[in-house]
C-alpha cells in the first residue's frame, strides 16, 4: 500500500461515472443531438411536439418490449421470443373478440396471460433447466409464430365496439397543440399505450434502480457465480428477469394491438430486433450487468427517429429504412466496444497499481 | 480438486454413446421410428421422370437429402464461427439474399430476363463468394477487432441484408432463362439425384480435408475455449475468427448459388427465411455448445439433416408452411430438454434412487 | 457440541463422480481463533469450504453451529450467511459491475428499497475503519485487486460473522496488505470470530495461526496446535511422507559460470504498453536468474514484454548476438523462447481440450497451419511428458480442466518443453500448487539449467529465489532497481533492495 500510496498522492478514488450512466448519456445526448439536427435541418414538422407524441405512439409496444428485453439482457440473457409473442396476442385478441364475441376485460386478461405463460416456462427452461436462453426464446419466437397462424391464418380488422372505442381514446396534452393554416387549433395528443408504456417504463426504472431484487438482476449479470456466492438467488434472479419479459410481451402484445386494431401472422414481424437494438443503442451490454432503463427508452426513440428523419429526407424506398437502422446499430456497437475497451484498460491499470 | 480420475476412460462403444453425435442420431431415430409407425411409405423412394423427361428419384428421403444441402453447407461455417466466436451468425439468410442477387446481377447485367446470359455462371459465382466473403469478413472483423457479441454485431447484417439484396438490383427481381443455370438447384439430365446433394457432398469433404490436413479444428477450438492462453502460445485469435466468419461467407455463396438456381430468381424478402435459425439449430441439435469450444462437424451436419427430416415430416402430415415453427418448435424444446446436463442429472439420480429402493425393498 | 466451540463438523462425506472428495473429515472452530486448514492441492480443503458454505452440500456427516441445538442442513451460500458463516474466496467472488458499497450490501438486509445514500455512508464508514482505501460509491472493477479483496473481507466482516472462512486470500496481497489483512485478523480474533485460514503460505500460518488442521486425499490427517507441529513435521504430514526431498536442493547460493560470451538473450531500453520503465535485460546460456519485488511491481511485466505478451512499444532485443525483432508471442516462440504465464487459468490452460491437445499446443503452432501433427506422434509427445513430467491425470483425452492445479502447471510446462526452447520463463510456477510439485519444478529447473537452457524464474517466496537462481533482478514501481549476485543474494539484502533508499515514504 505504501507504494501506492507515493506514487498517487493522498486518497485519490476518483468517482468514475459506472458503465450504465455512461452508456445511457451517451444515448441521451445523441438523441437530442438528432433531434436538434432534424429541427434545424429538415424542419418538416419536427418543431411540432405531435411529431414527438406520433413517435411515441407509434412506438409505445416496442418500448414496453424493449424495457423486458433490457431487464433480460442486464442478467446476461436474451429472449427473442418478444415479437412472435406480440403477433400472438394481437392475433387471440382480435378472434377472440370478434369471432367469438367476447369482451375487451377478458381479452386483456388473456394477453397478460399469454405473456406469462411464455415468460413462465421459458424462464423454467433457462434458470432451473440451465438451457440457453438463445435457444429455448429461438423456440419460443418458432412457437409463438406457428401458433399465430395456427389461431387464425389471414390478417383482419378488429370491429369490436369496446375495443374500437378503446383504440380511438385519444389523451390530450394542454398547450402543446398547434394551429393550422386557417388557424383552428389542433391539439396535441397521445394514445393510451404510451401511458402504458411510461408507467412501465417507470416502475421497471425504480425496481432496477432502488429495490434489492432489481439490484440482483445487475449482480447476476455482473457475475453469475460471484453473485451465488454473495446470496443470491441466481436462479430465482434469471427466472423472473424471463417472466417479467414475457409479462412485458404479453401487454406490450395488446399496446401493439390497440394502435394497430388488426391481427395479422405478420405483426411484429422483427420486432425482437428492432428491441435488442433499441436496447444496445440505450447502452445495455449483452455480455450483461449493464444497462438503464431510461437508456432503453431512449434507445427505441432514437431508433424510431432516425427512420422518421431518413424517410424525412427523401430517402423513402422501403430499403433504405433497413439500412440506416442498421448503419445505427453499427455506429452504436462500435463506439460502445471502444468504450468498454478504453475503461477495460484504465480499470487493468488501477488493478495494476 | 482431486479430479485426477473423475474421467473414467472413453474408449470404444462405450466411448461412442458418450460422444455428442449420439443427440442427433437419438434425434434422427425417433424421427424414423415416428415415421415408420405413422406411415412407412415415407421412406419409398421411386424412379420417375421429370417434367423435361428426365429420370428422377422421388421420395420423402430424396427430399431431406435435396432440401437439406444448404442447410448442411451452413451448419459448416456455423459450427466453426460458433466454436471459435462463441455466438453465432444470424444474418446467413441476409447473407443468401445478398449473394444471391450479386449472382443475378453479374448474369443478367440490369435486364429483368435476359435472352443470353451476361456472363458465365461460373464468373457470377465467383463475384458472388467474394462479396458474401466481404460481408463476412466485415461481420469477422466486427466481432473480432471491435470485441462485439457475435449475434449483436450480425445483427446489423440481419437487419439491413435483405434490403442491400434489394438495392444491388434496384429491386428488379431478374429472371434467368437459359436452362443449365438450373442445374446447380435441381437435376442434372440423366442423373435421377439432385445435384445440391452433390454440392453438399463436396463441401463435406472439402471440410474434412481442411480439418484433416490443417491445424484449423485445433486453432479454432482453442480461440474459443481460451483467447488469452492462445494469443501466449502465437496464435493470432482475431484472425482465427475472422477467418471462420470469411468461410462461413463462402458457405453462404454456395447456399445461395443452390438456391437462385432452384428458383431461377431470387425473392429478397422470402428467399432463405429463417435459415439462419434452422442453422444454428442444426449446430445446437450435434450437441456442440453455444459458448464455443469444442466442436464436432459431423455432428452438425447429421443435425441439419435431423431439422431437414423434421420439417419434411411435418410437411408430409399436411403441417402448413406457416404453422410449421410451433411444431418445430415444441420438437426442438423437447429434445433440448432431454440433452440438458440438469435434466440428465436428475433423471440419472432419479434411476439410482429407484434402483436402491428395490435391494432396500426385498431386504425388508 | 463444546461449550467454546462455533463450528464442529463431524464425520462429512462428499463424493464427485468418480471422486471421493471427504471421507469421514472433523473439524472444530473454536471462539476467537485463527484456525489454519492445510493440505496439498487435492487434499480436500476447497472442498470442505464449499461443503460449510453451502456451495457443495454434504452428502454425509453432521454440522453444528454455535446458537443451534440440533445438526444444522446448509443447502446454499444464503443459508450459511444466516447462520453466520461467510467467506472470502481465492477468486474475488464480487460483481465488477457494481459499486464497492453495493457489493458490501447485496443480498442483505431486511425491506426490499435501496436507500443509496444510507448505503454509501455505511460503506465508507466502514472501509475507513478498516483503513481501505477506496470509496463505497467507486465501481469495483475500477479497484486494485488488493482493495478488491479487501472489500470482500469487509463484507464478510459487516455480516457480523461469527465464522469467517478466508480462501486463499493473501495469493494476490503485496507484504503491507498482507500486513494489513493480519491487523484485521486479530481484530476479529479479539472480537471472538473464529476464522478458518487456507494458505499455502507457511510463513503465514505460522505468523497468524492458533491451531493447524491438516487433511490428505480427502481425509483428516490432525488437529495440532501450533507451537507443537514444527515446519517439517507439517510439510511431512500434508505430502504423508518423510521430507528428504526438500533436502536435495542445495541450500548455498548457487553460482554461475559463463560458457559462453554472448548472452542467449540481450533487451535494451525494453518497454511495453504496461507501463514499466525501459529496462536492459541479458541472459546467458544455461543461466538462471530472476526477477524478484512486491506483487505489482512489474516483475511480471518485464518477462511479458520479452516474450511479447504486451504491446511492446520500444527497445532492441539480440538474440545469440543478432539483432531481432519481438513483438508478439508467435516471433519470441521462434527463437526459442518459452513463457509459462502467472495466470494458470485464465492464460494457461486450454479448459475444455485434452491433455495431449494441451501439450501440442505450442508445438503445434510452431510447426505451421499447414502441418499438423499426426494423431500417433501427439499421443507419443504426450505420454512421454506425462511420465517425465509424473502428470496425474486418468487418460490423454482428460479434459485439463477436471486436473487439480499442480497437475495443469505441469501439463504447460510440457507444453513448453516440447518445444524445445533455449530460453525458458517461468512466472510463478509454483504458485498455488502443492509443496511436492513446488519442489519437482525447482529440481526440473535446475536440471534444463544444467543442460544448457537458460531459465528466468518469478516467485512470490523468495527462498524458491535463492535456491535457484545464481542473478537476481530487483523490481520496485515498475522499475529495475538492482542486480543481486554471489554474496549479495540473501533475504536481507533483497528486502533492503526492494524496499529501496528513502524508506521514509513507508507509513
New interface residues.
Given amino acids: 500500500m505504501s507504494i501506492v500510496k507515493r506514487r498517487s498522492g493522498e486518497l485519490k478514488a476518483p468517482t468514475k461515472m459506472t458503465d450504465t450512466n455512461l452508456l445511457t448519456m451517451i444515448t441521451i445526448c445523441v438523441f437530442v443531438a438528432m433531434y436538434i439536427f432534424a429541427v434545424l435541418f429538415l424542419k418538416k414538422g419536427f418543431l411540432k411536439p405531435q411529431t414527438f407524441f406520433n413517435i411515441l405512439n407509434a412506438n409505445a409496444a416496442l418500448i414496453i418490449l424493449a424495457c423486458g428485453m433490457s431487464l433480460v439482457m442486464i442478467t446476461g440473457g436474451i429472449d427473442i421470443s418478444v415479437g412472435g409473442v406480440t403477433a400472438l396476442v394481437s392475433m387471440s385478441c382480435a378472434v377472440y373478440l370478434d369471432h367469438k364475441g367476447g369482451s375487451l376485460p377478458m381479452a386483456i386478461l388473456m394477453a397478460v396471460g399469454i405473456g406469462l405463460a411464455f415468460g413462465i416456462v421459458q424462464g423454467y427452461l433457462v434458470a432451473y433447466l440451465e438451457i440457453q436462453p438463445f435457444i429455448v426464446t429461438l423456440a419460443g419466437m418458432f412457437f409463438a409464430r406457428g401458433a399465430t397462424t395456427i389461431v387464425y391464418n389471414k390478417p383482419f380488422n378488429v370491429a369490436n365496439e369496446d375495443f374500437v372505442k378503446l383504440k380511438a381514446t385519444r389523451i390530450l396534452i394542454p398547450y402543446m397543440g398547434t394551429y393550422n393554416k386557417r388557424g383552428k387549433y389542433i391539439p396535441a395528443y397521445i394514445e393510451i399505450g404510451v401511458i402504458v408504456a411510461i408507467a412501465l417504463a417507470i416502475l421497471l426504472f425504480v425496481l432496477l434502480k432502488w429495490a434489492k431484487p432489481g439490484r440482483n438482476f445487475y449482480a447476476v449479470g455482473g457475475n453469475r457465480q460471484s453473485a451465488l456466492m454473495l446470496g443470491v438467488n441466481v436462479k430465482r434472479t434469471i427466472f423472473f428477469s424471463h417472466l417479467i419479459c414475457g409479462l412485458m410481451a404479453g401487454i406490450g402484445g395488446f399496446v401493439y394491438f390497440m394502435h394497430v386494431g388488426s391481427g395479422s401472422p405478420q405483426h411484429a414481424s422483427g420486432a425482437e430486433m428492432n428491441a435488442i437494438a433499441s436496447s444496445i443503442i440505450g447502452g445495455t451490454m449483452l455480455t450483461g450487468g449493464v444497462g438503464n432503463i431510461i437508456g432503453t427508452v431512449f434507445g427505441v426513440l432514437s431508433l424510431a427517429l432516425i427512420q422518421n428523419i431518413v424517410s424525412s429526407a427523401g430517402l423513402d424506398d422501403a430499403w433504405w429504412t433497413g439500412i440506416t437502422v442498421a448503419g445505427m446499430l453499427c455506429i452504436f456497437l462500435v463506439v460502445q466496444s471502444i468504450i468498454i475497451a478504453r475503461r477495460k484498460k484504465a480499470n487493468a491499470a488501477a488493478a495494476k497499481q | ?10 474408449a470404444g462403444i462405450a466411448g461412442l454413446f458418450r460422444h455428442q453425435i449420439m443427440i442427433p442420431i437419438a434425434a434422427l431415430m425417433l424421427l424414423v421410428l415416428f415415421n415408420l409407425i405413422a406411415d412407412p411409405s415415407f421412406f419409398k423412394i421411386t424412379l420417375g421422370n421429370n417434367s423435361d423427361g428426365n429420370p428422377v428419384l422421388n421420395g420423402y428421403l430424396i427430399t431431406i437429402i435435396d432440401s437439406g444441402s444448404e442447410l448442411a453447407i451452413l451448419a459448416l461455417g456455423m459450427t466453426l464461427v460458433t466454436a471459435a466466436s462463441g455466438g ?1 451468425d444470424i444474418s446467413v439468410g441476409a447473407g443468401i439474399a445478398i449473394a444471391g442477387s450479386v449472382l443475378l446481377r453479374v448474369l443478367c447485367g440490369t435486364e429483368t430476363s435476359p435472352e443470353t446470359l451476361h456472363a458465365p455462371v461460373i464468373v457470377a459465382f465467383l463475384v458472388s463468394c467474394l462479396v458474401a466473403m466481404l460481408f463476412g469478413a466485415f461481420n469477422g472483423s ?1 466481432v473480432a477487432f ?4 457475435p ?3 450480425t ?6 441484408g ?3 439484396a ?2 444491388i438490383n434496384n ?1 428488379q427481381l431478374p429472371n434467368v432463362n437459359e436452362p443449365s443455370f438450373s442445374y446447380y438447384g435441381t437435376y442434372i439430365p440423366g442423373i435421377p439425384i439432385p445435384t445440391p446433394f452433390f454440392i453438399a457432398l463436396a463441401c463435406f469433404l472439402v471440410t474434412w480435408l481442411l480439418l ?5 479444428g ?2 479454432v ?2 480461440v474459443g ?2 483467447e ?9 485469435p482475431e484472425l482465427i475468427k475472422l477467418l471462420t466468419y470469411i468461410l462461413l461467407g463462402l458457405c453462404v455463396a454456395i447456399a445461395a448459388l443452390i438456391k437462385v438456381s432452384r428458383l431461377q430468381t431470387i425473392n429478397y424478402s422470402v428467399i432463405a427465411k429463417d435459415i439462419e ?1 434452422d442453422a ?2 442444426a449446430v ?1 441439435l450435434g450437441g456442440n455448445a ?2 464455443g ?2 466442436f464436432s462437424m459431423s455432428s452438425s451436419i447429421l443435425g441439419a439433416y435431423v431439422i431437414q427430416f423434421l420439417t419434411t415430416t411435418l410437411y408430409k402430415f399436411q403441417v ?1 408452411a ?9 420438437v ?2 423437447i429434445l ?2 432431454m440433452s ?4 440428465r442429472e436428475k433423471l440419472s439420480m432419479l434411476i439410482k434412487k429407484l434402483r436402491s429402493e428395490k435391494p432396500a425393498a426385498q431386504n425388508s | 457440541m463444546q461449550k467454546d466451540s462455533l463450528l464442529e463438523m463431524r464425520g462429512i462425506y462428499k463424493t464427485f463422480p468418480g471422486v471421493k472428495a471427504l471421507q469421514n473429515v472433523d473439524f472444530t472452530l473454536k471462539e476467537g481463533e485463527i484456525h489454519a486448514l492445510m493440505g496439498e492441492n487435492g487434499a480436500g480443503k476447497s472442498t470442505l469450504i464449499k461443503v460449510l458454505t453451502g456451495v457443495h452440500v454434504k452428502d454425509g456427516g453432521e454440522i453444528f453451529v454455535r446458537g443451534r441445538e440440533n445438526a444444522v442442513h446448509i443447502n446454499s451460500p444464503k443459508q450459511a450467511q444466516a447462520l453466520g458463516i461467510s467467506t472470502v474466496y481465492q477468486e474475488i467472488s464480487l460483481c465488477p459491475n457494481l459499486s464497492v458499497a453495493e457489493n458490501i450490501f447485496l443480498a442483505r438486509g431486511k425491506g426490499i428499497g435501496v436507500n443509496w445514500r444510507n448505503m454509501n455512508k455505511k460503506a465508507d464508514e466502514l472501509l475507513k475503519e478498516l483503513g481501505i482505501n477506496v470509496r463505497g460509491s467507486q465501481q469495483l472493477a475500477s479497484c486494485s485487486i488488493a482493495v478488491q479483496q479487501m472489500v470482500a473481507i469487509a463484507r464478510a466482516v459487516d455480516m457480523e460473522c461469527q465464522v469467517l472462512i478466508l480462501d486463499e486470500p493473501t495469493s494476490s496481497l503485496d507484504e503491507s496488505e498482507v500486513a494489513k489483512l493480519f491487523v484485521l485478523m486479530r481484530k476479529l480474533k479479539e472480537r471472538g470470530v473464529g476464522i478458518i485460514f487456507v494458505t499455502h503460505f507457511l510463513d503465514q500460518v505460522y505468523e497468524v495461526c492458533d491451531k493447524i488442521t491438516v487433511l490428505r486425499d480427502g481425509k483428516l490427517v490432525g488437529e495440532y496446535e501450533i507451537e507443537k507441529l514444527p515446519r517439517l513435521q507439517l510439510v511431512s504430514k500434508m505430502l504423508g511422507k518423510e521430507l528428504d526431498d526438500m533436502a536435495d536442493i542445495k541450500n548455498d547460493s548457487p553460482t554461475f559460470k559463463k560458457t559462453d560470451d554472448k548472452p542467449v538473450y540481450e533487451g535494451e531500453g525494453l518497454c511495453s504498453s504496461e507501463g514499466i520503465s525501459p529496462f536492459d535485460f541479458k541472459i546467458h546460456k544455461g543461466e538462471i536468474n530472476g526477477f524478484t519485488g512486491l506483487l505489482g511491481s512489474g516483475r511480471s511485466e518485464c518477462v511479458r514484454t520479452i516474450f511479447g505478451a504486451d504491446k511492446v512499444t520500444g527497445g532492441s532485443v539480440k538474440i545469440d548476438g543478432e539483432p531481432v525483432k519481438i513483438t508478439k508471442p508467435r516471433q519470441a516462440m521462434k527463437y526459442g523462447i518459452a513463457y509459462l504465464p502467472e495466470d494458470r487459468k485464465r492464460d494457461g490452460i486450454v479448459g475444455d481440450l485434452s491433455v495431449k491437445d494441451n501439450i501440442i499446443l505450442a508445438l503445434q503452432i510452431k510447426t505451421g497451419f499447414f502441418r499438423p501433427i499426426s494423431k500417433a506422434k501427439a499421443l507419443e509427445y504426450a505420454n512421454k511428458y506425462i511420465d517425465l513430467l509424473d502428470i496425474k491425470t486418468a487418460s490423454v483425452n482428460t479434459p485439463i480442466k477436471s486436473l487439480s492445479g499442480g497437475n495443469q502447471q505441469k501439463v504447460i510446462l510440457a507444453r513448453w518443453l516440447l518445444t524445445e526452447p533455449k530460453y525458458l520463463i517461468l512466472d510463478e510456477p509454483t504458485r498455488g500448487i502443492d509443496v511436492g510439485t513446488k519442489v519437482d519444478i525447482q529440481k526440473l529447473m535446475l536440471k534444463l539449467a544444467s543442460e544448457g537452457m537458460s531459465v528466468t524464474f518469478i516467485s512470490s517466496e523468495t527462498d524458491e529465489m535463492l535456491r535457484t537462481c545464481s542473478r537476481l533482478l530487483v523490481m520496485r514501481d515498475r522499475k529495475l532497481v538492482g542486480e543481486l549476485t554471489g554474496d549479495q543474494l540473501n533475504q536481507n539484502t533483497i528486502m533492503a533492495t526492494i524496499a529501496g533508499g528513502d524508506t521514509n515514504g513507508e507509513q
Fill in positions: 480438486m482431486a479430479n485426477n480420475n473423475a474421467q473414467p476412460k472413453k453465432q466486427l471491435f470485441k462485439i457479441q449475434m449483436i454485431a445483427l446489423i447484417l440481419f437487419t439491413a435483405r434490403s442491400i434489394a438495392w429491386n484433416r490436413f490443417t491445424t484449423l485445433l486453432y477450438q482453442s475455449i481460451n488469452k492462453t492462445s494469443r501466449l502460445n502465437g496464435l493470432n435459425m444454428i439449430l445446437a453455444l459458448g469450444g469444442k402448413k406457416d404453422a410449421l415453427p410451433a411444431y418445430k418448435a415444441v426442438v424444446i433440448v430438454v440438458a446436463p440438469a435434466v
